[in-house]
């Protein structure tokens, strides 16, 4: 066996020997790309760090990429790899500027990074793959659909000259396929399954037992049931009358949206859509704000139900305006705030709180995690816990809800580091805590709610058990959705664990690593010619980055620039600015009146605009066809805009590249300019256009110029005495108008 105490990439008294890690650090060597699935804390990190030390010293001057799900998980590996591996180690995420990461990325030799910072920078062409000699991917269980594991994985294998791949993940899907997709969108060839009853395995681990706490909803929370289920059982009647359900014997949410995209389907294949349907998709919305009020009333707090309310109040659609004149509904929304005034609140919400105190009687520096699924129920916990003296933070996602400000990710890392370090016992999280946040020191974790997914449950099980014997308690109301998550999820962990060990053991996964057979087959793949592999220059509003447009363009050859662009998403040439909408966001823009302010902006912008609307039913919305047809007939007529549709993203990325082509290899074709902001429409919009632009001027100072030289023309001929004379304008300020306004002109 080979010494890796010893080995000289690994520095030294950094790594505990266990057998088995050594072990599966040299089969991902001799068996080539491979999927480990491992439970949390069995250390997939450390053997991550023994495949990167192997593979820099056999392939001089090479790379190692380790990709992570998430900013916080990505600067831990950073800091793992840096007491691990003896190599210069850096991390690499959105926060970091383009021409920084390059230079990082050039500099060093083991980085670990956000897959979508990766992606940008890779199709933006900053840097590629070719010295990369191991790509890991941590959470693998990613790998599925349009997210950024599976085309970076497509991009490596292109790319790098020496290969090696290492997917990472404690719960890959209890789906037979799920499993199959992933291990095909990495390319792995071998599955390697551990568990902690493996014998050399278990010496290292400590049992994690499961407990459930019951608890019945209390009489003025079923007053509140009730009222809900008689406003849900009239709707369930009239679906059933219009012949849009079978039965109104509990429909679930899914069956009710299979049910509204059904009947969006008929809207959108006739000419002239029946009433009926329109009313019947206004009625199934209804249904579902109604089912979703009923989960928030059983499962979470009173506190999460009322803002849910006070939400649906706030909505101007037909079911909300159904939902506020309906007398049932109405008496629950009252019931329910004056429950909140009154500090009543869910039973789970009061046991949870007690059990917090029993464990933190026993010892008060047991460490324990809260989850639960909604913000605003982690917001109630921790207000009862600073209510109670107990000791807690709060730890979500970044982005801002409403009234509740995203934690930044520097505030994420400060929250965790402050919950292992300093005297805090409570860490209360959504499911951003779930997959592989350093929490070492957890005694206890606390599900307010179970959840249906088993990977989730997995890996909120896998906080605990770490140091010693741990425990998870899980919060239940009965005769609710609480129990059927649970048996949900306790049904799919034992499917996947089966077909995990039925796919290892019975079926070879072996996958040729051939890009072309993992791609989707376009139909326009044989009709390439020398123009489509030729180049073409594509500038991409930084907002398109979300989707999947960027990698399309890049398939096709193209150099994608990213800039922060004022009008349009795509601008092909300096005449030439495309805004591109999916069918469901043209919808949109209609219903609040985006689409003619945003086609008034590209005429004003450009001499020719263009509008491409993609997706294959165009009518498939909540609109009725003809004001679609007119929403067209104003952009094309009274805009003079052409519309050109496409089907999906590779078309749209086929029909963008062909206008580049086209227009990009004409003679005397001038430089672009991107318009980073809107052209100013009105004569003062634009005189205060130009006076801004002067350095050390803003909108106020703009207006105070015009208003003390009432012209641009006496602007740009005054003396900086003249100057001197505007309030606010200085000589520093003064020096800089002249130098733009008078000075002459050099390339």
């Known amino acids: ?168 993940t404690a719960s890959p899907g209890w789906e037979k396929s799920k499993i199959k997709e992933v291990s095909k969108n990495i390319y792995i060839n071998e599955i390697i399954i551990k568990s902690e009853d493996d014998p050399d395995v278990a010496p290292y681990f400590n049992e994690v037992q499961t407990k459930w706490i019951k608890v019945k909803l209390s009489p003025e929370l079923q007053e509140i049931k009730k009222l809900i289920e008689e406003t849900l059982k009239v709707r369930l009647k009239t679906l059933k009358k219009m012949g849009i359900i079978d039965s109104i014997s509990n429909p679930s949410k899914k069956e009710i949206l299979v049910e509204q995209s059904r009947l969006q389907q008929k809207i959108a294949s006739s000419s002239n859509p029946k009433k009926e349907y329109f009313k019947g998709i206004s009625v199934l919305t209804e249904v579902i704000n109604i089912m979703h009020s009923k989960e928030l009333l059983e499962t979470q707090t009173i506190k999460t139900l009322n803002n849910y309310f006070d939400k649906l109040e706030k909505k101007k659609t037909k079911a909300s305006k159904s939902l506020k004149n309906d007398y049932k509904f109405n008496k629950a929304v009252m019931l329910a705030r004056r429950y909140l005034e009154s500090e009543i609140d869910h039973p789970k919400m009061i046991r949870l709180i007690e059990l917090i105190k029993q464990i933190l009687k026993e010892d008060d520096s047991n460490k324990i995690i809260v989850f639960s699924q909604f913000r605003d129920t982690t917001k109630s916990i921790y207000e009862y816990c600073q209510k109670e003296k107990i000791k807690s933070l709060r730890f979500y996602g970044q982005a801002s809800h409403e009234n509740d400000k995203g934690l930044s990710q520097k505030k994420q890392i400060e929250t965790i580091n402050a919950f292992k370090n300093e005297d805090y016992n409570v860490l209360i999280s959504t499911s951003v805590a779930e997959e592989g946040i350093d929490i070492p020191s957890v005694d206890y974790v606390v599900l307010y709610e179970p959840v249906p997914s088993e990977i989730r449950m997995i890996q909120r099980k896998g906080r605990t058990g770490r140091k010693h014997q741990g425990e998870m308690f899980i919060l239940m109301t009965k005769g609710t959705l609480d129990e059927s998550y649970y048996w949900s999820s306790q049904r799919k962990e034992r499917a996947m664990k089966s077909n995990i060990i039925k796919s290892y053991n019975k079926e070879s996964i072996t996958l040729d690593n051939n890009v072309a057979d993992n791609e989707d087959v376009t139909p326009y793949e044989h009709e390439f010619t020398d123009e489509d592999t030729a180049e073409a220059t594509i500038y991409v509003d930084y907002r398109e980055k979300s989707s999947n447009m960027m990698r399309e363009l890049d398939k096709l050859n193209c150099i994608v620039k990213v800039k922060n662009m004022g009008v349009g998403d795509y601008q092909i040439t300096d005449d030439i600015i495309i805004e591109r909408k999916t069918v469901e966001d043209f919808s949109k823009s209609i219903t609040d009146k985006r689409l003619y302010q945003q086609a008034k902006e590209l005429t004003t912008n450009c001499h020719k605009p263009l509008l491409i609307i993609e997706g294959e039913n165009i009518y498939h919305t909540f609109l009725h066809p003809n004001a679609i047809r007119g929403a067209m007939a104003s952009i094309a007529i009274d805009f003079k805009i052409p519309i050109i549709q496409t089907q999906n993203e590779t078309d749209t990325a086929f029909m963008i590249k062909r206008i580049a082509i086209r227009e990009q290899n004409k003679k005397n074709r001038k430089e672009v300019s991107i318009r980073t902001q809107t052209k100013p429409v009105t004569l003062p919009q634009q005189q205060l256009f130009i006076t801004e632009s002067l350095p050390g001027i803003g909108p106020v100072s703009a207006k105070n110029i015009l208003r003390h030289f009432k012209t641009i023309k006496n602007l740009v001929n005054a003396t900086k005495k003249e100057l001197k004379e505007v309030e606010g304008i200085g000589e520093k300020t003064a020096n800089g108008i002249i130098d733009v306004t008078q000075r002459e002109f050099k390339e």
């Open 1 to 168: 066996m080979k010494n890796w105490i010893e080995h000289e990439y690994i520095k030294k008294n950094t790594i505990e020997g266990r057998i088995y890690q050594q072990n599966l650090a040299m089969k991902v060597l001799k068996n080539g790309n491979t999927m480990i699935i491992a439970p949390t804390a069995m250390g997939k990190t450390v053997i991550a760090a023994l495949v990167s030390a192997e593979r820099l010293k056999n392939y001089e001057n090479s790379k190692i990429l380790i990709l992570a799900p998430s900013k916080p998980l990505t600067l831990q590996h950073e800091k793992s790899f840096k007491m691990f591996v003896n190599a210069d180690v850096t991390s690499l995420t959105g926060n970091d500027k383009p021409s920084d990461r390059q230079e990082m990325w050039n500099n060093n030799q083991v980085i670990c990074a956000t897959p979508q910072t990766i992606e940008s920078d890779v199709i933006s062409r900053l840097y590629d793959f070719k010295d990369v000699s191991l790509i890991i991917f941590d959470e693998c269980h990613h790998a599925v659909g349009s997210y950024s594991y599976v085309y970076l994985a497509q991009k490596y294998v292109q790319q790098a000259k020496d290969q090696l791949i290492l997917g990472l």
